[in-house]
T-cell receptor
């Protein structure tokens, strides 16, 4: 069983479209994260939820909206996609207060 | 082989040699650090961590060294194997209330036969 699973693995879409990426973890963790990895492999945190509550919201355009229906799921919706949104998006989870994050395998988003 | 992190350099290491990956961190108040390994097409995986009250910690074939005076972290991999080829990241725990992890830029390790 995959601990942190993201879907889809690849997403190719046109500029201006709206898309969602889903994440689920079966580890019983309380905290989930979205990270963005750019073409130079730099990983930057975007959002974090703890028990469905938003706790970290970095400087991210309003076009990005996370949603956590329960503590095992954290989805990311992106409106009006732009070329610069092309990246690999990683979901991760951890126990509350712990820092050994478990990462998913990533969603490679390509905006054309 | 040895490298300095933060700009995704490539460290080429011969199989069987030891690797040293370096990382400079930014916040002198950080008290917890982690090394992650990211293989091609996968997410980062936890390798080893260290708290600021330690200066050395050993795992299986890996050793992390922490020098708080110069805010420097290194990861040593003994007897490097082809499966060690990956991008390696250091991460520091932030000092805000939720302590989010801030990642360094990573170092690409390529193991040659």
């Amino acid at each position: 069983d995959t601990a942190v699973s993201q879907t889809p693995k690849y997403l190719v879409t046109q500029m201006g479209n709206d898309k969602s990426i889903k994440c689920e973890q079966n580890l019983g963790h309380d905290t989930m994260y979205w990270y963005k990895q750019d073409s130079k492999k730099f990983l930057k945190i975007m959002f974090s939820y703890n028990n469905k509550e938003l706790i970290i919201n970095e400087t991210v355009p309003n076009r990005f909206s996370p949603k956590s229906p329960d503590k095992a799921h954290l989805n990311l919706h992106i409106n009006s996609l732009e070329l610069g949104d092309s990246a690999v998006y990683f979901c991760a989870s951890s126990r509350q207060g712990a820092y050994g994050y478990t990462f998913g395998s990533g969603t490679r988003l390509t905006v054309v | 082989g040895e490298s300095v992190g933060l700009h995704l350099p490539t460290l080429s290491v011969q199989e069987g040699d030891n690797s040293i990956i370096n990382c400079a961190y930014s916040n002198s108040a950080s008290d917890y650090f982690i090394w992650y390994k990211q293989e091609s097409g996968k997410g980062p995986q936890f390798i080893i961590d260290i708290r600021s009250n330690m200066d050395k910690r050993q795992g299986q074939r890996v050793t992390v060294l922490l020098n708080k005076t110069v805010k420097h972290l290194s990861l040593q991999i003994a007897a490097t194997q082809p499966g060690d080829s990956a991008v390696y990241f250091c991460a520091e725990k932030g000092t805000d209330s939720w302590g989010k992890l801030q990642f360094g830029a990573g170092t690409q390790v390529v193991v040659t036969p």
